[in-house]
């Protein structure tokens, strides 16, 4: 006890020391900064605001080793002031506090859980949403308003999808399915079917992001359009009779009876009993065993059953979403990948939807940006992006980028056979982009949501009667108690679109293999106002130079100059 006593006073001068050169020198800095005004704040004021973040910490840390609280060879002040930083108060005593009052369960959230809950700074680990840079790149946080086109897997604990949608709603002060400044942003999410090293892995990670918009949609649909029924049943019986496991003999010889009856008819059908028996016999079943039956009766003694059914239905028209950032995380308590995917509709997406409908001009302007600038520069950034892109030309009118991908599972060893299954890839692919405009063009969809929960509380008794050559061998009776919970839900949602393909353009196409080899094989397809103006052109037989000329130029541009996926568009956008 001496020895930690002796430690504790050395450690308190060496802190006090410490602390007042380190008060001594911030002070200094805040007058050359002109932040305080040595006429008008003292040292001495200055220590005394200081007093409560600093000293007092320290003298309480050496009071505690004192006093055997705290052991300074298993906590060392900065892990004591860690501790405290947020409240300035003893978490580790108000831990132990709230397991007294019953307001904590150890065995449920232990200190360390306790002290990232309560503590500075949890769990933030990235507060710029957009994807994490790698060692060479700088990070720019200038503009918050920015929005990533997609993110590859901030490793967030517990639900990782609400986390990141959580992120994503403070980083930009928004709510999902709210409202605000004539824009709404919805989420939605799935799970991928198989492993990241399985051969299907790049097919069903596209299958699980069309299944994550879709669930996205149905919400908006849903809140929207829908409806709801719900019914509950209650269904109680109990026989409390003094012969209510008694089973009545009138009742074993009318089961005996129908029985005969049975066998008869069965003589008529199979022509002869005889001929049936001999037939088993020939079968090798034994003689006593065809001549022999058993009646069985059951009886309800206890029921206490409930059933609640609830179903949502909702149909609707929607046009003009957008996806603006995608996830793909692995989840720590399942072991299984998530795609997640945000997205959002505004009154300037919905107008631009309607005008590209009716291959009419837009009166919607935006800040252009170059496609080549928003495509990304390296083969492996197309790994990151998923379906939808919304940004304005050059002439600063909207326009669509749509990423969509496939696989190919198995190579050939024959090289035109390869190239064919690349080709028919690749085309699965370029079918999932133009999906993708014309879903936001518009769509048409159905959903049907159900829940029945039944709770099952039942006792049965049973009474089985053997017969040989139609004599009673004796009866064995039993009884059966069942309690069960049936938690069924069924899910059914379809969206429809038709559009027309004028104005699109597959303007690159791509193949990358992933961190386990595995071949990835995608296609971008843009819809913008020069391709349109060029369709229509040719469709009435009429060539313009100049436009011609443009849109060449921008699809060498897209095909031998990518960039970087980086920032996509900011929220004024929308």
């Known amino acids: 006890m001496m020895k930690k006593i002796i430690m504790a006073i050395c450690i308190f001068f060496a802190l006090t020391a410490n602390a007042f050169a380190d008060l001594k020198q911030d002070y200094t800095k805040k007058i050359v900064s002109g932040e305080i005004d040595p006429t008008e704040i003292s040292f001495e004021q200055f220590k005394e605001m200081n007093k409560s973040s600093g000293v007092d910490l320290k003298k309480e840390y050496t009071n505690k080793i004192v006093s055997g609280e705290i052991d300074p060879t298993e906590i060392s002040f900065e892990q004591y002031k860690q501790m405290n930083t947020s409240s300035g108060v003893d978490l580790k005593k108000e831990y132990t506090n709230k397991i007294v009052?019953?307001?904590?369960?150890?065995?449920?959230?232990?200190?360390?859980?306790f002290k990232a809950t309560f503590g500075e700074n949890p769990s933030v680990q990235n507060?710029?949403?957009?994807?994490?840079?790698?060692?060479?790149?700088?990070?720019?946080?200038?503009?918050q308003n920015e929005i990533s086109t997609a993110d590859d897997g901030e490793d967030f604990e517990g639900d990782e999808i609400g986390a990141w949608v959580e992120k994503f709603e403070n980083d930009y002060d928004v709510s999902m399915g709210m409202a605000d400044n004539g824009r709404t942003f919805y989420s939605g999410k799935a799970t991928v079917n198989v492993g990241p090293l399985d051969p299907a892995y790049p097919k069903e990670l596209t299958i699980a992001y069309e299944k994550a918009l879709l669930d996205l949609q149905a919400n908006v649909i849903m809140e929207t359009y829908g409806n709801m029924s719900s019914d509950r049943i209650t269904d109680f019986f109990e026989d409390d009779s003094t012969n209510a496991r008694e089973f009545p003999p009138a009742k074993v010889k009318e089961e005996v009876k129908k029985g005969k009856l049975e066998r008869v008819l069965d003589k008529v059908l199979d022509l002869t009993e005889k001929k049936l028996d001999s037939a088993l016999e020939e079968e090798g079943v034994n003689?006593?065993?065809?001549?022999?039956?058993?009646?069985?009766?059951?009886?309800?003694?206890?029921?206490?059953?409930?059933?609640?059914?609830?179903?949502?239905k909702a149909f609707g028209n929607m046009s003009g979403l957008v996806p603006v950032k995608t996830t793909i995380v692995k989840s720590k308590e399942y072991n299984a990948i998530q795609v997640g995917v945000i997205a959002v509709i505004s009154e300037k997406t919905i107008q631009f939807a309607k005008d590209i409908s009716k291959s009419r001009p837009t009166n919607i302007k935006g800040t252009p940006k170059r496609i080549r600038d928003v495509l990304p520069k390296s083969p492996k950034g197309y790994l990151d992006e998923f379906g939808l892109r919304y940004i304005y030309d050059k002439k600063g009118r909207p326009m669509l980028l749509s990423y969509g991908r496939w696989s190919v599972v198995q190579n050939s060893k024959d090289p035109s056979r390869a190239m064919r299954k690349l080709q028919s890839a690749q085309n699965k692919a370029k079918m999932f982009a133009e999906a993708a405009i014309g879903e936001f063009i518009n769509s048409n969809i159905s959903v049907l949501d159900k829940a029945d929960i039944d709770s099952i509380s039942e006792e049965v008794a049973t009474s089985t009667t053997e017969f040989q050559d139609g004599k009673s061998l004796g009866s064995k009776e039993s009884s059966d108690s069942v309690k069960e919970s049936l938690d069924v839900a069924f899910k059914k949602i379809q969206a429809k679109s038709n559009f027309?393909?004028?104005?699109?353009?597959?303007?690159?196409?791509?193949?990358?293999?992933?961190?386990?080899?595995?071949?990835?094989?995608?296609?971008?397809?843009?819809?913008?106002?020069?391709?349109l103006e060029n369709a229509d052109n040719f469709a009435k037989g009429v060539h313009k130079k100049d436009s011609k000329i443009a849109a060449e130029r921008e699809k060498k541009q897209a095909v031998t100059k990518t960039r970087e996926s980086r920032v996509v568009n900011d929220i004024n956008d929308f």
Do not use: C
């Not at 507060?127 to 200038?142: L, Y």
């Open 500 to 531: 027309k393909l004028r104005g699109t353009s597959g303007i690159k196409k791509w193949k990358v293999k992933d961190e386990n080899g595995l071949t990835h094989v995608g296609v971008v397809v843009a819809w913008t106002y020069d391709k």
């Open 127 to 143: 507060s710029n949403p957009s994807k994490p840079k790698a060692a060479d790149e700088s990070v720019d946080n200038s503009n």
């Open 287 to 312: 003689k006593d065993e065809i001549n022999k039956m058993s009646v069985t009766q059951k009886k309800q003694l206890f029921k206490d059953n409930f059933t609640k059914n609830m179903t949502k």
């Open 101 to 113: 009052s019953g307001e904590i369960d150890p065995t449920e959230i232990s200190f360390e859980q």
